[in-house]
C-alpha cells in the first residue's frame, strides 16, 4: 500500500512539473507575435501604435529588455527624450552588456540640460561591477551555480582535502556572497528612478500647486522617487536636493 | 665673501621682502542696495576690499554732477584660511541724486600697496518726485505688493524683468511667498532680494524688491496671475497709558495677506523674413570677441582659438556651432563655458568656446569662420556676428619631427598626413531589435519553481550526508549512552508487542533488554536479585526494588509453568507502571 501511495505522489509531481511547460510556451509565442507586431510598426512609422503595443506587453507582465529598448526608440522618434532615456534605463536592467543600449542611453543623456552627478556614482559602479554588467536573473543563475559548486566542494573536500578544493571553496563562497548580495541589495535596498519627461517641472516644497517652488528642473534629469502620494512624487536629487513634483511630469514605474 | 657682499645681499633680500605684499592679491567690489529711487531719497553704496596684506587707501568715486555721496564708515574683518590670513574693509556712502535720470556711477578705485584695484561700474535710476509707481503714492493699510514688468510687448525668447515691490510700515513676525504660475516663461532669478526704507508721504515704510528674469517660450497674450505673500506682522497695541504700561508688551502680531495687481503681457513671435539659415533661437544684444594665441605656428604645433559671445538675453540658448570639417587642421574641441551673471538690469551671460588647432602642412591657411545669428528686439532685426576672415601661418615643423621615406629608387619622399576628425554630420537612436533579449525577461514567480530547490538541494544534501557520517563514526560509548536514553520507549514498544502477541518470553526479554541498555552492557541475562541490588544503587526506595525483582522473577516463572494467556495483560500493565518508576530512579540517579 506504501509503495502505491508513492507512485502516486511521484506521478502527481511529475505532472506539476511539466504541465505548465506547454502553457509557458504558448503565452512567450503570443509574446513575441505581440512584440513583432508593435516593431512591424515602429518600422513603418506608425509610432503611436508601437508605443501602445509596446506598453501593453509590458503592462501584461511581458517585458523584456529588447521591448524596454524599442518603446524607447518610440518614445524618441515622438520627440519625448525623458521618457526614453527612462524605457532605456529599464532596459538597461534587463540587458545590461548592449552595445546598442548604451549608444541610446549616451545619446539621450548628452540632451540634459541640469548639470547633476550621476545617480550612481562612478566608484560604486566600478566596486560593484556585477551589480551593473549582469541582470537579476544572471545573477541568480551564477547564484544557483556558485551555491552547487561551493557546497559540491565542500562534499568532496571532506572524502579528498587539498588545496585545490579549498581555494574552490573560498572562492565560490565569495561568488555566492556577491551574488546574494547584490540581490539581496536589489530587492530590499534599491530606490526607485524617474526621469523628467516635460521641458520644465517645478519642484515643490509640499505635493500642493500652491506650496513654495522651490527649483526647476528638465527634461531627461535623473531623479529617485521616495514616496507617491496623491497624483505628486517626493523625489531626491544626486546632489541632496529634494522636493515634490507633480507625477505627470515624471517617466516612472506606476 | 667680505662684509659689502653680505650687506648688498641682505639689501637686496630687504627690498625682495618689502616689495612682496605689492604681489599680494587684493580685489574690490561695489554694490548698491537698490537700484531705482526717487529724488530725495538715498541708496546704500558699499565698496568691499578684500587684501592680504599692506595697507588701502580710501576708495575713489568719479564726480557726478547730480549724485553726492556721503560718507558713513567703515568695517573691517578678517578671516583665516588653510593659515592664509585675508582683511576686508567695507567703506559705507550715502548716495542722493538731485535731478531724475539713469546714472552710472563709476571709476570705483582704490590702491593697495601701489596696486591699483577697480570695481565694475553700477547703474541706478533717479525717479522724479511724483515718478513713483502706484503703490508708492498711496500705500493702503500701511502694507502693498506691486508687481511690475519692464516691458508689456516682446518678443518669443525676449527677456523681461519681473519685479515685485513688496512695502509695509510695520516689521514682519513671518512671511510667505506664492510665486505666481508662470509655466509658459522660463525663468531666472535676478540676485537676491534687496531690503530697504524709504519715506512716502511723510511715512517710513520698509520695502524689499524682488527681480526675476522672463523668457516667454511662446507668442500669445499671457496674463501673470498675482503674487501673493502672507504671514503676520507685529502691531503696536493701545497703549492704556498706565503706569506700568511697558512699550514691548503691548506689541502683538497680526496676521495679514496681500496681493499683487495681475501683469499683463503680448510676447509675438519671431518674424520669420529676414530669419538666418541655422538660427538658434537666441534672442538679445550681444557682442562678439575672439583671439587666436599664435598667428604664426609650425607644423603639429598648436594655436588656440578662443571665442568669446557676452550679452543680455535668452543666454541659456547661446551655444557656437563648431567649426566644420577642415583639410588644413586637426580641430580638438574644449568643454565650451557659459556664466550666467545676475545684473540689476537682467541675465548676462558670457560664453567662452575654445579649440585648439594643429596644422599638418606648411602654408598659410584661413581659420574656420564662426558665425552667430540673433534676434535683437530692439532693431527688431535679425543680425550675425562673424569672427570674419583671418590667416594663420604654418612653418615647417622641426627635423625630428618629420618623417622621411625612402620611395622607389632611393629618393625621399615626405609623406603627407591627410587624416581628418571624423565629423559628426547627425545623431539618431540605433535600429530597433528584432528581437534581440527577447528573453531578457526580470525575475518572476516561475523563477522561484526552479531556483529555491537547486539553492537548497546541495545543502541539504551535504548536511545528510554529514549525519550519516557522524553516525557510522559513533563510539561504543556513544552508541550505548543512546540505547539506554531510548531504554525506556524501547521497552514500552516491545511490553506492547509481547501482549500482543501473549508471549511472557518476549516480555520477560524486553525487561531484561532494558536493565542491560541502562547499564549499557550487552546481553540481557539479568536475575531478579541484581535487579533488587541495582535498583537499590540507583536509590529506588525499598517496595520498588522488591516489586521489580518480583516482576521479573514472575515473567521467569510464568516461562516454565503454564500461564493464563489472559492474565498477561494485568502483568504487562504492572510491569508498565513499574518500570516507569524505575525509569524516574534510573533518571534521577
Known amino acids: 500500500m506504501r509503495s502505491t501511495t508513492n507512485k502516486l505522489l511521484m506521478g502527481a509531481l511529475g505532472l506539476a512539473l511539466i504541465l505548465p511547460a506547454p502553457l509557458a510556451k504558448a503565452a512567450d509565442n503570443s509574446r513575441l507575435m505581440s512584440f513583432m507586431a508593435a516593431t512591424q510598426a515602429y518600422n513603418n512609422g506608425d509610432y503611436a501604435t508601437a508605443e501602445k503595443g509596446f506598453s501593453d506587453l509590458i503592462a501584461q507582465e511581458g517585458e523584456s529588455g529588447a521591448v524596454w529598448y524599442n518603446l524607447g526608440n518610440t518614445y524618441y522618434r515622438q520627440g519625448q527624450n525623458g521618457a526614453a532615456l527612462w524605457a532605456f534605463k529599464e532596459a538597461r536592467k534587463l540587458a545590461p552588456r548592449w552595445d546598442n543600449l548604451d549608444t541610446n542611453i549616451a545619446l539621450v543623456t548628452q540632451k540634459a540640460v541640469d548639470e547633476l552627478p550621476p545617480l550612481h556614482p562612478a566608484w560604486q559602479r566600478t566596486l560593484f561591477f556585477w551589480h551593473y554588467i549582469f541582470s537579476a536573473r544572471e545573477r541568480l543563475v551564477l547564484l544557483a551555480l556558485c551555491n552547487l559548486i561551493f557546497w559540491s566542494l565542500l562534499i568532496i573536500g571532506r572524502k579528498r582535502p587539498n588545496e585545490l578544493t579549498s581555494l574552490g571553496q573560498v572562492i565560490s563562497l565569495v561568488l555566492l556572497l556577491a551574488m546574494g548580495g547584490s540581490l539581496i541589495a536589489e530587492n530590499f535596498f534599491t530606490r526607485e528612478e524617474g526621469v523628467i519627461r516635460t521641458a520644465t517641472a517645478k519642484i515643490h516644497s509640499a505635493g500642493d500647486v500652491s506650496s513654495q517652488v522651490l527649483f526647476e528642473l528638465h527634461e531627461c534629469t535623473e531623479l529617485f522617487i521616495e514616496n507617491d502620494q496623491n497624483g505628486w512624487l517626493q523625489i531626491s536629487l544626486s546632489d541632496g536636493k529634494r522636493g515634490w513634483v507633480a507625477a505627470d511630469d515624471v517617466a516612472y514605474r506606476k | ?589
Open chain 2, 1 to 589: 665673501m667680505g662684509k659689502h657682499h653680505f650687506i648688498f645681499i641682505g639689501s637686496m633680500l630687504g627690498i625682495l621682502l618689502w616689495s612682496l605684499p605689492v604681489w599680494a592679491a587684493a580685489s574690490i567690489s561695489a554694490r548698491l542696495d537698490r537700484d531705482e529711487m526717487q529724488v530725495g531719497e538715498q541708496a546704500f553704496l558699499t565698496i568691499s576690499i578684500t587684501y592680504d596684506s599692506g595697507r588701502v587707501q580710501t576708495p575713489n568715486i568719479m564726480e557726478n554732477p547730480h549724485l553726492s555721496y556721503s560718507y558713513m564708515g567703515t568695517s573691517t574683518s578678517v578671516s583665516i584660511v588653510n593659515m592664509r590670513r585675508t582683511d576686508s574693509i567695507e567703506y559705507r556712502y550715502l548716495v542722493e541724486a538731485d535731478a531724475p535720470g539713469d546714472y552710472t556711477i563709476e571709476g570705483i578705485s582704490s590702491v593697495v600697496d601701489k596696486q591699483v584695484v577697480r570695481a565694475d561700474p553700477l547703474r541706478i535710476k533717479v525717479l522724479g518726485q511724483g515718478q513713483a509707481g502706484k503703490s508708492q503714492q498711496a500705500v493702503h493699510g500701511g502694507i502693498s505688493l506691486e508687481a511690475t514688468i519692464s516691458n508689456n510687448e516682446v518678443y518669443v525668447g525676449q527677456q523681461v524683468i519681473y519685479k515685485l515691490k513688496f512695502i509695509r510700515k510695520n516689521p514682519l513676525a513671518d512671511a510667505n511667498y506664492e510665486q505666481p504660475e508662470l509655466g509658459d516663461f522660463l525663468t531666472e532669478k535676478i540676485g537676491d532680494q534687496k531690503d530697504y526704507e524709504s519715506v512716502i508721504g511723510g511715512v517710513r515704510y520698509a520695502i524689499t524688491e524682488i527681480k526675476m528674469a522672463l523668457f516667454p517660450t511662446k507668442p500669445g497674450h499671457f496674463t501673470i496671475d498675482p503674487a501673493v505673500i502672507s504671514g503676520s506682522m507685529i502691531v503696536r497695541g493701545q497703549n492704556r497709558g498706565g503706569l506700568f504700561d511697558d512699550f514691548f508688551m503691548n506689541q502683538t502680531a497680526k496676521p495679514f495677506s496681500v496681493k499683487s495687481n495681475p501683469v499683463e503681457i503680448d510676447v509675438k513671435p519671431l518674424p520669420s523674413a529676414g530669419r538666418p539659415a541655422g538660427f538658434s533661437g537666441l534672442v538679445g544684444q550681444y557682442q562678439l570677441g575672439y583671439d587666436l594665441s599664435k598667428k604664426t605656428v609650425r607644423v603639429n604645433e598648436s594655436t588656440t582659438l578662443t571665442l568669446v559671445v557676452e550679452g543680455y538675453g535668452n543666454v541659456p540658448n547661446l551655444a557656437i556651432p563648431a567649426p566644420g570639417n577642415n583639410n588644413d587642421f586637426k580641430i580638438y574641441e574644449d568643454k565650451p563655458h557659459l556664466d550666467k551673471e545676475s545684473r540689476s538690469d537682467g541675465i548676462f551671460g558670457r560664453y567662452i568656446a575654445k579649440w585648439a588647432l594643429v596644422p599638418s602642412a606648411p602654408g598659410t591657411y584661413p581659420i574656420p569662420e564662426l558665425r552667430l545669428s540673433y534676434f535683437d528686439p530692439e532693431t527688431e532685426e535679425y543680425k550675425t556676428l562673424e569672427t570674419g576672415h583671418q590667416t594663420i601661418e604654418v612653418l615647417p615643423g622641426n627635423n625630428t619631427e618629420d618623417i622621411k621615406v625612402t620611395g622607389l629608387g632611393g629618393t625621399t619622399v615626405t609623406p603627407t598626413t591627410t587624416k581628418q576628425q571624423v565629423a559628426v554630420l547627425g545623431e539618431d537612436v540605433m535600429a530597433a531589435s528584432n528581437g534581440d533579449y527577447i528573453d531578457n525577461t526580470p525575475l518572476n514567480r516561475r523563477d522561484n519553481l526552479w531556483f529555491w530547490p537547486i539553492f537548497l538541494l546541495p545543502p541539504a544534501t551535504w548536511l545528510v550526508m554529514t549525519i550519516r557520517r557522524r553516525r557510522q563514526n559513533r563510539s561504543p560509548e556513544q552508541l550505548a549512552k543512546i540505547r539506554a536514553n531510548k531504554a525506556y520507549a524501547q521497552l514500552v514498544n516491545d511490553i506492547n508487542d509481547a501482549q500482543n502477541q501473549a508471549s511472557y518470553e518476549k516480555m520477560a526479554t524486553a525487561v531484561r533488554s532494558y536493565y542491560a541498555a541502562k547499564l549499557q552492557q550487552s546481553g540481557c541475562a539479568i536475575t531478579p536479585q541484581e535487579v533488587a541490588v541495582i535498583l537499590k544503587a540507583s536509590g529506588a526506595g525499598a517496595a520498588l526494588c522488591d516489586t521489580a525483582a518480583q516482576q521479573l522473577a514472575q515473567l521467569e516463572k510464568a516461562l516454565y509453568l503454564e500461564q493464563d494467556a489472559a492474565a498477561i495483560g494485568q502483568l504487562a500493565a504492572d510491569i508498565l507502571a513499574t518500570m516507569k518508576e524505575v525509569d524516574h530512579a534510573f533518571h534521577n540517579k
